[in-house]
Nanobody, 124 residues
Framework: QVQLVESGGRLVQAGGSLRLSCAAS????????MGWFRQAPGKEREFVAA????????YYADSAKGRFSISGDNAKNTVYLQMSSLKPEDTAVYYC?????????????????WGQGTQVTVSS
């Protein structure tokens, strides 16, 4: 059984920084890449950032570009999301996900495994 566990979410003031972590484990777990999504209250879950292990290609939502940075270690099945210049509109539950294919890195249907989420709250 594959498990993804996120950590690092907390209350932070606007303009602050936060680093989320996600560790994957499970029987013969392997992935083509991993990503982060988020869901704000009353809104649908949306793509934030993704990384492909092959070549290290990264993808970002427009809202994340210039403020967030995704990185990871394929050998350790770990992915990080460094967030800076946080805004109240970044408040959401952040989900880590892993995909087994090279396509659809920026959409939910492209992912096979999901974590339970970690709450990020940005106060104004």
């Amino acid at each position: 059984q594959v498990q993804l566990v996120e950590s690092g979410g907390r209350l932070v003031q606007a303009g602050g920084s936060l680093r989320l972590s996600c560790a994957a484990s499970g029987w013969r777990f392997s992935s083509y890449g991993m990503g982060w999504f988020r869901q704000a209250p009353g809104k649908e879950r949306e793509f934030v950032a993704a990384i492909s292990w092959s070549g290290g290609t990264t993808y970002y939502a427009d809202s994340a570009k210039g403020r967030f940075s995704i990185s990871g270690d394929n050998a350790k099945n770990t992915v990080y999301l460094q967030m800076s210049s946080l805004k109240p509109e970044d408040t959401a539950v952040y989900y880590c996900a892993a995909r087994k294919t090279s396509t659809r890195a920026t959409v939910e249907v492209g992912y096979d495994y999901w974590g339970q989420g970690t709450q990020v709250t940005v106060s104004s």
